[in-house]
């Protein structure tokens, strides 16, 4: 049974349609990647999945039962789905830790409304998130800067620090949107390793990135988008290999350097 069910999904922006009709299921446990030239809808998609955008039509299910559209990102959140931007959001005068700390909120943030009657439940909470984003911060290999402020870091760390603070919501479905972007070759080849490794713990990741040779080492199934819709899907091999895929990034205009 497929963890995420994408069905018929549509969103346009005035006369722009950024996704057409889009359809896809993944399955739980695996790196599951997106690509797709710029403006082909990626990041448009990544918004409809973690409720920030609200589709013009279609559906997107969740562990069966999850119903995503028409909830808030903070109730998607809950839900179990957590992302990363494609651009970083931090907040750089404050330390590693309480950047993380932030995303655990998102998940406790009923009990921040009884802050002021019920203390011990806050505390308790403080304490569990602590713990989450300590563990997150492991799993990033960033303990060594838990204490540090975000702003003195470089964008390597902190493209791991972002993905870090998704962790620390416990999700089951991680959305991380470009990564790479912007790491170089050994950063990248860490990041990599960081992808495998929160698939491995049992987190499945929905990955958009440019880097294609990430792309294909890191993923077990790739969607292909162009302009919104589904141009193919398969394994790496399968996508490497397949007709469309090749004459839409690499013959005659080349669009999208593979
Ligand atoms: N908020 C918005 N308002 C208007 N148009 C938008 C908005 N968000 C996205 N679009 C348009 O939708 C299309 C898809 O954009 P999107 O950002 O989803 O592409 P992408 O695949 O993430 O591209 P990239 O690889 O450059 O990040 C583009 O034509 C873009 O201009
Ligand atoms: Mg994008």
Redesign the pocket.
């Known amino acids: 049974m497929a963890l995420l069910e994408v069905e018929a999904l549509t969103k346009s922006?005035?006369g722009?349609t950024?996704i057409a009709d889009l359809g896809f299921e993944v399955p739980e446990g695996l790196v599951y990647s997106v690509i797709?030239?710029?403006?082909?809808?990626?990041?448009?998609?990544f918004n409809m999945l973690s409720g920030i955008y609200r589709p013009d039509e279609g559906s997107i299910r969740f562990m069966d039962q999850g119903v995503v559209v028409g909830r808030q990102p903070h109730q998607v959140a809950a839900l179990g789905i957590s992302r990363t931007f494609?651009n970083l959001q931090m907040f750089f005068n404050m330390s590693v830790l309480d950047n993380v700390m932030v995303g655990c909120h998102l998940r406790t943030r009923t009990g921040l409304f009884s802050a002021a009657l019920r203390l011990p439940r806050i505390k308790r909470e403080e304490m569990l998130s602590r713990q989450w984003a300590q563990e997150a911060l492991a799993i990033c290999n960033l303990d060594k800067f838990i204490g540090q402020e975000a702003g003195s870091l470089p964008y390597g760390v902190l493209k791991r620090l972002e993905i870090a603070r998704a962790l620390a919501v416990q999700p089951r479905l991680l959305l991380m949107?470009?990564p790479a972007a912007g790491l170089n070759d050994t950063e990248t080849l860490e990041m990599r390793k960081l992808i495998r490794r929160i698939c491995d713990s049992g987190i499945t990741v929905l990955l958009?990135e440019?880097n294609m040779g990430l792309v294909m080492q890191v993923s077990d199934r790739v969607l292909v988008?162009d302009y919104?819709s589904r141009l193919a899907e398969g394994t790496p091999v399968e996508i490497q290999n397949d007709r469309r895929v090749i004459e839409a990034y690499l013959g005659g205009e080349v669009r999208y350097a593979l």
Not at 36 to 45: E, Q, R, S, V
């Open positions: 922006f005035g722009v950024a797709g030239p710029n403006g082909a809808g990626k990041t448009t998609l494609q949107d470009e958009v440019h988008l919104g």
